[in-house]
């Protein structure tokens, strides 16, 4: 069973770097054609997809959003972070990370199931 | 990068009823496209990947079809937990991107 589990604050101030940790399990990404991504939801508002790690240390980010955007992965730990630096208040929004695969004999293809529960994040001084 | 447009944006329906919800392309995703379903303080969960496909344990009851710029979700028969908010993803180009989403409310 997969599973994914988000960390980090709930609160940053505006100008500040936001550190996320997604920690997982059922799963390792040492193992061919897997990956995480990295997706957003501001209140009442639609998804937006940030980042995304694959197996292999390909690194993939949303154009509107690359410049401030860094993600990695630590395969021993079973985490994947994501860091945003500026942060400003809208960027206030649940944070979700979620599972993926390329892998050639997967029907899910780059599509993100499951997903971790989220962790909202609050972007105010 | 791709929009995609999501009609109407709620919807008022009663159980049993059947639904048909819209997600319309910028440009062809070919089949490329999938439908999630987020209830409330819920993380989205998969519906139909690859505009028909089901995901895992999703019933019957769930279909998509389409291709290109234009795809629906179909619930053939309302039942009380599938009042929720669903949304469109496609995989199709980079950036991957979501529509606005449709609200299914209980009329």
Request: with cysteine.
């Amino acid at each position: 069973q997969i599973t994914l589990k988000e960390s980090g604050p709930t609160l940053v101030k505006p100008t500040q770097t936001l550190t996320l940790t997604c920690t997982f399990s059922g799963f390792s990404l040492s193992t061919t054609g897997l990956g995480v991504g990295w997706i957003r939801q501001p209140p009442g508002k639609a998804l937006e997809w940030l980042a995304l790690i694959y197996w292999d240390d390909d690194k993939r980010y949303s154009p509107s959003l690359k410049s401030r955007l860094t993600i990695t992965k630590d395969t021993s730990k079973n985490q994947v972070v994501l860091t945003m630096t500026n942060m400003d208040s809208v960027d206030t929004a649940t944070y979700y990370c979620a599972h993926t695969t390329i892998h050639s004999t997967s029907s899910l293809y780059n599509w993100f199931d499951p997903w971790g529960q989220g962790t909202l994040v609050t972007v105010s001084s | 990068e791709i929009v995609l447009t999501q009609s109407p944006a709620t919807l008022s329906l009663s159980p049993g009823e059947r639904v048909t919800l819209s997600c319309r392309a910028s440009q062809s995703v070919s089949r490329f496209l999938g439908w999630y379903q987020q209830k409330p303080g819920q993380a989205p969960r998969l519906l139909i990947y690859d505009a028909s496909n089901r995901a895992t344990d999703i019933p019957a009851r769930f279909s998509g079809s389409g291709s290109g710029t234009d795809f629906t979700l179909t619930i053939s028969s309302l039942e009380p937990e599938d009042f929720a908010l669903y949304h469109c993803q496609q995989r199709s180009n980079w950036p991957f991107t979501f529509g606005q989403g449709t609200k299914l409310e209980i009329k």
